[in-house]
T-cell receptor
Framework: DADVTQTPRNRITKTGKRIMLECSQT?????MYWYRQDPGLGLRLIYY???????NKGEISDGYSVSRQAQAKFSLSLESAIPNQTALYFC???????????????FGEGSRLTVL | AQSVSQHNHHVILSEAASLELGCNYS??????LFWYVQYPGQHLQLLLK??????LVKGIKGFEAEFIKSKFSFNLRKPSVQWSDTAEYFC????????????FGDGTTLTVKP
């Protein structure tokens, strides 16, 4: 089983619909992230959370919201989806703890969202 | 804020050719540096990382990268590529004082012809 699990893996929706992408992890990491991948643009950070009570905006947070329901769960919502939110979305985790913290990321398998 | 520049967007090589993918970053402080690989249809996974010590780091599958601080570079190399190395490669950086936020380059797509 994957350590970082995303659902759904694929979703097609219409403009204006509300969409939630869910992420759960069994790695025991405190930090969780949502990234968006677009061809030729690499990965861009949408939101991140360093613990359950901590939520931070990334570089492209407009049009998105998140919820950290538990240490292991971090969901991304599009309140009113629009076509330019069509992309591949990745959830990632990283460890926080004793020793050297390099910020190495562990990724889920991605959620491909198409907004018509 | 940090930024990352990858010089090549698409590289095409024949098997057994040598590979070097360029990565430069912009940040004035101490950094952690990464190369991630994304095989077709798969998620990103770590190829190698540098955070301190020997600037020449070795990763999985015969890849290595050299951190040259004076050039703000972290180029990825492999002496002899295989068809199975066909993938997209991402360079990433975070500030060592705030290792929680990584910034990614735009990615380089490598196609290896058999």
């Amino acid at each position: 089983d994957a350590d970082v699990t995303q659902t759904p893996r694929n979703r097609i929706t219409k403009t204006g619909k509300r969409i939630m992408l869910e992420c759960s992890q069994t790695k025991g990491h405190d930090r969780m992230y949502w990234y968006r991948q677009d061809p030729g643009l690499g990965l861009r950070l949408i939101y991140y959370s360093f613990d359950v009570k901590d939520i931070n905006k990334g570089e492209i947070s407009d049009g998105y919201s998140v919820s950290r329901q538990a240490q292991a769960k971090f969901s991304l919502s599009l309140e009113s989806a629009i076509p330019n939110q069509t992309a591949l979305y990745f959830c990632a985790t990283s460890a926080l703890g004793g020793g050297i913290n390099t910020g190495e990321l562990f990724f889920g398998e991605g959620s491909r969202l198409t907004v018509l | 804020a940090q930024s990352v520049s990858q010089h090549n967007h698409h590289v095409i090589l024949s098997e057994a050719a040598s590979l070097e993918l360029g990565c430069n970053y912009s940040y004035g402080g101490t950094v952690n540096l990464f190369w991630y690989v994304q095989y077709p249809g798969q998620h990103l996974q770590l190829l190698l990382k540098y955070f301190s010590g020997d600037p020449l780091v070795k990763g999985i599958k015969g890849f290595e990268a050299e951190f040259i601080k004076s050039k703000f570079s972290f180029n990825l190399r492999k002496p002899s590529v295989q068809w199975s190395d066909t993938a997209e490669y991402f360079c990433a950086v975070n500030a060592a004082t705030n290792a929680g936020k990584s910034t990614f380059g735009d990615g380089t797509t490598l196609t290896v012809k058999p």
